[in-house]
């Protein structure tokens, strides 16, 4: 544990305080949902999380934010404004601070117009920085929505692979394995710098959804920036993200979704130092996902797999095994024990294909598995504490395994 | 405010107990039997504008989600404080219902004796999750769908706050008595309390959370009906 750690303990144990006192003095004062101004043009809501755990030196926490998501503090403020039955404008902005010596960073983490044009018809048409329509979790991702603390490996986890630099060889892309968190290529921008995951579910991208529902199927289909990876960069050229999913609740409290992705990965300003290829070549992130709920009494199950690969033609003459491929899996269950305890578990993989080496074939990152085990107890409606242990285990030479116990503090309102 | 129910009714048990030590006052009228009984009658005039819970801005949803929720009436309660010990004896309503139609709980404010056992059917095609976190009575009926419904038995007096793990607009009240000197206001806000032995009461109006009111009342000996209004602003 770090020298930020105690620090970080003592106000996560001050913020509790502050949170159970508060519940005691208003118990039957529970807040009712969100706040709206009268004919509910305008409705705003918010949440605060505070995420704590010792110092993850062997960096499987980390994310595109460079930091660890057990280790941080998150503040989300969230409105609609309805100018209609036809138009209405949603904003979503996040402040957001790594525990100790982090800075606070305040970004607009969704905001678009939604268009329903014809008000009795569930056809819908989103335009601005919009959700991903790929997968399940990212629209899950919301403290109180996570029953643990962590992410799954697919949406956080951070791969060797950047997209604005590359290995000169096979045997660069694997002496690399396992060490997403900070990656130095030889070629492009040759500034170390975190990888990416297979799925960036803390950024939304710049876009265009159509989505709508017949029950039971409901379908979206989406036209934005950058890869799944990478969804806010603008620096791939003007080939846009083609985005889609299909849900279908075939009976109450089941849900199965098939979701697919493909968009130009690599910066242009990697691809423009590279020999161009022979034909229009290829530069892609390529994805698809399946994703299920099933939830009954105190139950709910849930399973999410991606399956994501990588592709630029120059690739070719570096790797034999080219495109890259990887593959995460993860399956969740939440039981209610008593009212407002809860007990939680998540069982994760991160596996990727081989590549080949001067020395060996092995998987071009280093395979990821994790549990984490947990629960939760809700102090009043609106708040929640959780807490949690992480197991993770990677298959690589160097800090190879972690046991994180974390715990959390979302309050929404 | 909220929390002067509990209180109330347990204080409530004690002035009847001490009443009955001294064998006077409305305890012994209560016990009685026989004697006339009149009415606590009148209307609440609610000026507090109230807005209707909206659900959670959406913007992690792909579109605008479901139909929009039906509006909620919100009721008044009236009750007396300090109720004669007959209030307490016999039961009341056994049974009761609070429907989940358009991710709306119907009624949303329901009053019951204790003993009551509440059901809570579910009439819209999505699942609901009926929980409470309230002291009264903590309780979490799980996820169950269209068609299906729980029951609760509700045993405390006091105020149980209800809500929907999974909509988060979803809210009720409760509210448990102890005795059977209580009525919910209709449409026009008018609330009738029948059959209150003679004596002088305080009379209390709650509406949404908080006891907004408090008057004295008196049932005359022959019977007969004390007009009592109350405005909440």
Known sequence: ??????????????????????????????????????????????????????????????????????????????????????????????????????????????????????????????????????????????????????????????????????????????????????????????????????????????????????????????????????????????????????????????????????????????????????????????????????????????????????????????????PLRAFSLDMESRYRIRPGLYAAIRVDRLDFSEVCGSVSCLPWDAPIRRVEIGGGYSIRRNMVVKTAYQYNRREATVRRTSGLVSAQLVVWF | MTRRLPLIAVAAAALVAFADLRAGGAGRAGRAGPAATGTISGRVDVRRAMVDAEPRPGVTNLGAGSAAHAHERRDAVVYIETAPQAAFEGGGTVSASMRQVNETFVPHVLAVRTGTVVDFPNDDTTYHNVFSLSKTKRFDLGRYAKGQSKAIRFDEPGIVRVFCDIHSHMSAFILVFAHRFFAVTDEQGRYRIDQVPPGTYTVAAWYEGAVRQSRPATVREDGGSADVDFAVR
């Open chain 1, 1 to 322: 544990m770090g020298a930020t750690a105690p620090r970080a303990a003592a106000w996560f144990g001050w913020v509790l305080l502050a949170c159970l006192l508060s519940g005691r003095a208003a118990a039957q004062d529970e807040p009712r949902g969100a706040t709206a101004t009268p004919g509910s043009r305008l409705t705003v809501a918010g949440d605060a999380a505070v995420s704590m755990a010792p110092d993850d030196d062997a960096y499987f926490n980390y994310s595109s934010d460079a930091y660890s998501v057990l280790r941080l503090v998150r503040l989300d403020a969230s409105a609609v404004l309805r100018l209609g039955s036809r138009l209405s404008l949603l904003g979503d902005v996040r402040a957001q601070s790594a525990i100790g010596p982090g800075q606070w960073q305040v970004r607009p983490y969704a905001l678009f117009a939604r268009i329903r044009p014809w008000p009795r018809k569930a056809v819908d048409i989103q335009v601005g920085l919009i959700p991903p329509v790929f997968g399940a979790f990212s629209r899950s991702a919301y403290g109180n929505s996570n029953p643990l603390v962590g992410f799954p490996l697919g949406y956080q986890y951070l791969t060797s692979l950047r997209p604005d630099a590359l290995p000169a060889s096979a045997d660069g892309l694997l002496a690399k394995r396992g060490q997403g968190w900070r990656v130095r290529y030889p070629v492009g921008n040759a500034t170390p710098d975190h990888g990416v995951p297979l799925m960036d579910g803390l950024r939304y991208p710049l876009g265009v959804e159509l989505h709508a529902g017949v029950r039971p199927v409901e379908a979206s289909v989406a036209v934005t920036t950058g890869s799944l990876s990478t969804p806010d960069t603008r620096d791939v050229g003007k080939r846009p993200q083609i985005s889609g999913r299909i849900a279908v609740r075939p009976t109450a409290g089941l849900v199965v979704g098939a979701s697919a992705s493909r968009g130009a990965f690599f910066a242009r300003s990697l691809t423009a130092s590279l020999a161009a290829p022979a034909d229009n070549g290829t530069n892609d992130q390529r994805a698809i996902g399946f994703d299920a709920e099933y939830s009954r009494g105190y139950w709910i199950v849930r399973a999410e797999s991606i399956v994501s690969s990588w592709r630029l033609s120059q690739l070719d003459l570096l790797l034999s095994d080219h």
